[in-house]
């Protein structure tokens, strides 16, 4: 069946520093790779996405690179700010429905 | 601000009461969802429609009943809760259920107490 580990777990660096988030997925079919973001009473928010003809995608500090031949995608932060400090899910996608990594805690200290 | 919104943001009720969780989204979606996310958990897929049909249900015990009014309009009727229920929902929509690609965008939630 559909499985997506994540790590870590938890990370906690200082502002301005980079971190980085890795998954990995089983299911050879999943064709679009998302990330989201929840913030303490939020809902997960979309932070950015890459399909699988894709290798690496950007957006300002955010970047997700893929590698399809290992199966695995991370998400890349550049620069973290406070604000970044959240909780991080992965995803991929197969058919229909989502399949969630389960979560990494992101602490960025001022 | 979240393009998906759900009505009320926190919910108390005991065990015996009826209660409905109400989600809407006017993006044009066609399908919608409904997800229980335990603290500390990742989002946990409980339903979903697609063009207003019920497609999938993660096998959820009968005291939760979905509904989906019209395409912008998502319920979820709760009835006999048990403690262990206490978690946030969640409401998503995206384009369509098998539409290639395309992000699904959750509201912020109900949080939910059972007493």
């Known amino acids: 069946g559909e499985n997506v580990e994540q790590h870590p777990s938890t990370l906690s660096v200082q502002e301005g520093d980079s971190a980085v988030i890795k998954c990995t997925y089983s299911d050879s079919a999943s064709n679009y790779f998302p990330w989201y973001k929840q913030e303490l009473g939020k809902g997960p928010q979309l932070i950015i996405d890459?399909?699988?003809?894709?290798g690496e995608k950007k957006d300002q500090r955010i970047a997700v690179t893929l590698n399809k031949t290992a199966k695995h995608f991370s998400l890349h932060i550049t620069e973290t700010q406070p604000e970044d400090s959240a909780v991080y899910f992965c995803?991929?996608?197969?058919?229909?429905?989502?399949?969630f990594g389960k979560g990494t805690m992101l602490l960025v200290s001022p | 601000d979240t393009e998906v919104t759900q009505t009320p943001k926190h919910l108390v009720m005991g065990m015996t009461n009826k209660k409905s969780l109400k989600c809407e989204q006017h993006?044009?979606?066609?399908?919608m969802y409904w997800y229980k996310q335990k603290a500390k958990k990742p989002p946990e897929l409980m339903f979903v429609?697609?063009?207003?049909?019920?497609?999938i249900n993660e096998s959820v015990p009968s005291r939760f009943s979905p509904e989906c009014p019209n395409s912008s309009l998502l319920n979820l009727h709760l009835h006999a809760l048990q403690p262990e229920d206490s978690a946030l929902y969640l409401c998503?929509?995206?384009?369509?259920?098998?539409?290639?690609?395309?992000?699904?965008?959750f509201g912020d939630g109900t949080r939910l107490s059972i007493l």
């Open positions: 993006m044009g979606h066609r399908a």
């Open positions: 998503a929509s995206s384009q369509g259920l098998t539409a290639l690609n395309q992000p699904q965008h």
């Open positions: 429609y697609s063009y207003e049909k019920l497609s």
């Open positions: 995803a991929q996608k197969g058919y229909s429905t989502l399949t």
């Open positions: 890459i399909r699988s003809n894709v």
